[in-house]
């Protein structure tokens, strides 16, 4: 497990940028944290029970709360802070943001809902 030496939330583009022990740096924008929450209203209470998050394309963090050593609590401006992403998760994200973005616009797209583009 690598864990970030510094967190950095970057409010105007709504991106967090996590650095980490072992040299990894990733930019996790907050609509891509806000709709892979780790939380029961995101991933439901079991395998196929997952719930698609729409119309977080604006989503911004209001604060991010450390959780010990081992993780870190967000709360959203849409109120949801539910979530608790360990390092583990987190730098998992990091790793696999191109395969787990493309899965969440083909969800959306299944759905029938189209994505707001944003500046």
Same mark, same amino acid.
């Given at each position: 497990m690598s864990k970030p030496v510094n967190i950095n939330l970057h409010? @105007? !583009? =709504?991106? $967090?940028?996590? #650095? +980490? #022990?072992? %040299?990894a740096v990733h930019q996790? *924008?907050?609509?891509? $944290? =806000?709709?892979? !929450? *780790? !939380?029961?209203?995101?991933?439901? /209470? %079991? *395998? %196929?029970q997952e719930i698609l998050q729409l119309n977080k394309e604006e989503v911004t963090i209001d604060?991010?709360?450390?959780?010990?050593?081992?993780? $870190? @609590?967000?709360?959203?401006?849409? @109120? /949801?802070?539910t979530g608790l992403y360990t390092w583990d998760y987190l730098y998992e994200l990091g790793n696999? +943001?191109?395969e787990k973005w493309q899965d969440y616009l083909d969800r959306l797209k299944a759905a029938g809902h189209k994505r707001r583009e944003i500046d």
């Amino acid at each position: 497990m690598s864990k970030p030496v510094n967190i950095n939330l970057h409010q @105007k !583009s =709504r991106v $967090l940028e996590v #650095e +980490y #022990e072992d %040299g990894a740096v990733h930019q996790l *924008p907050c609509e891509y $944290l =806000r709709v892979y !929450s *780790p !939380s029961a209203e995101v991933t439901g /209470h %079991g *395998p %196929g029970q997952e719930i698609l998050q729409l119309n977080k394309e604006e989503v911004t963090i209001d604060a991010i709360e450390p959780q010990g050593n081992y993780a $870190l @609590k967000f709360v959203f401006d849409d @109120k /949801h802070d539910t979530g608790l992403y360990t390092w583990d998760y987190l730098y998992e994200l990091g790793n696999t +943001y191109e395969e787990k973005w493309q899965d969440y616009l083909d969800r959306l797209k299944a759905a029938g809902h189209k994505r707001r583009e944003i500046d």
